[in-house]
């Protein structure tokens, strides 16, 4: 007989089915099943992890200020979704290989990023955005759900040559309705491949509320398809870090894939090209700002002695100069000229290619004519 699973009927009741170990009042909650994954987090590192949210709020925060500005052609926020995004890439191993969708800016500043590396293929310029063998990180994927099977690809070649890694791919609630998700799942778990699973739930896919898509905890389909999954408090960095902790030591051992749901909530739009007011109710984001994640951790660092005035202050300081080292990477960039995107594509001469070019330098001329 099949186990009775409850549905989703509103935010509060969400959240009570997920695992937390940080309250959103910021009091320590002992969870049997998590505790073991962070027995060695002391509050140095929870300080860390409190000063890596603030810096990416303020990245976030710049690159939706350099788009409005003309200086990007998009940005994909993902204020409200910092704790989901540190606490998971702050566990991975310097080896694991991530395959991200296109809102993981904290994973790629968990990994390393360099200042451009935040704005390069928002601004259209060349390059994949970032070094993907420096960071391990993937090029940041537009297509919905596709890199979930770049990354049972990548982790299938992982358990073939025997190594030491595990295969991390993130992505949202939305995604999970494509069948690329679905069919890396079945690949993931009939060749038992060393890969983790990420779901963001973040309650929005576009203007598509999560539960028309998912009547029940996104978390509960994996089980299906043969992969164990954990569903937490996605607003709780510290049970971000311990579910994916579990996950990687699961991956690791050899016993295949394992599937997260962190239940979150995207406070901006879309991207900067939505409007979440024509189809978000103005309550619902009050809501869930009372559950922000970073006054969350601050307040339990308060509440423990362990985090100042002065501290905090040092913190935004720290969190303005990677803004503004960012900005001045963004505006320091040089667009290469229109022709050169032929550049490269052939390792020898291509009529083919040639007589495109000659198309779209005549077509560029004629702007130049009308000026």
């Known amino acids: 007989m099949s186990p009775q699973i409850t549905p989703i009927a509103d935010t509060a009741q969400d959240?009570?089915?997920?695992?937390?170990?940080?309250?959103?009042?910021?009091?320590?909650?002992?969870n049997a099943r998590l505790d073991p994954y962070i027995a060695d987090v002391d509050p140095a590192q929870l300080r860390d992890l409190h000063r890596d949210m603030v810096v990416l709020r303020r990245i976030d925060a710049e690159g939706v200020a350099?788009?409005?500005?003309?200086?990007?052609?998009?940005?994909?926020p993902c204020q409200g979704q910092e704790a989901t995004q540190i606490g998971t890439a702050r566990a991975l191993a310097p080896q694991d290989f991530v395959f991200p969708s296109y809102r993981e800016t904290g994973v790629i500043y968990a990994r390393g990023a360099e200042p451009g590396d935040y704005v390069r293929m928002w601004r259209g310029e060349e390059g994949a955005g970032h070094d993907p063998a420096a960071l391990r990180v993937a090029p940041l994927q537009i297509i919905i759900g596709a890199q979930t099977l770049h990354a049972v690809g990548y982790a299938l070649g992982i358990r073939h040559d025997g190594a030491d890694e595990v295969a991390v791919t993130y992505f949202g609630d939305g995604a999970t309705s494509q069948g690329d998700v679905n069919e890396a799942m079945i690949f993931a778990a009939s060749y038992q491949a060393p890969v983790v699973f990420v779901c963001q739930n973040n309650h929005w896919a576009i203007s598509e509320p999560v539960a028309v898509q998912s009547q029940f905890p996104i978390a509960g389909r994996a089980p299906g398809f043969g992969i164990p999954s954990l569903r937490v408090d996605g607003n709780d960095v510290l049970a971000c870090m311990a579910a994916m902790r579990w996950a990687l030591a699961h991956a690791r051992a050899g016993k295949g894939p394992a599937y997260i749901e962190a239940v979150t909530y995207r406070m901006g739009p879309h991207t900067t090209a939505d409007d979440p007011t024509r189809y978000r109710d103005d309550a619902e984001l009050d809501e869930w700002r009372r559950r922000d994640p970073i006054a969350r951790l601050e307040s339990h660092l308060r509440g423990i002695g362990e985090l100042t005035d002065v501290h905090a202050a040092e913190i935004r300081s720290a969190a303005d100069a990677v803004a503004k080292e960012m900005r001045a990477a963004c505006l320091g960039m040089v667009t290469r000229p229109p022709l050169a995107v032929f550049d490269g594509v052939y390792a020898e001469p291509h009529a083919g290619l040639e007589r495109?070019?000659?198309?779209y330098a005549a077509y560029l001329s004629g702007f130049a004519e009308e000026a």
């Open 356 to 359: 495109q070019r000659d198309e």
């Open 66 to 76: 350099l788009q409005r500005q003309g200086q990007l052609g998009l940005w994909a």
């Open 15 to 30: 959240l009570e089915l997920s695992e937390r170990l940080i309250a959103p009042d910021g009091s320590r909650v002992p």
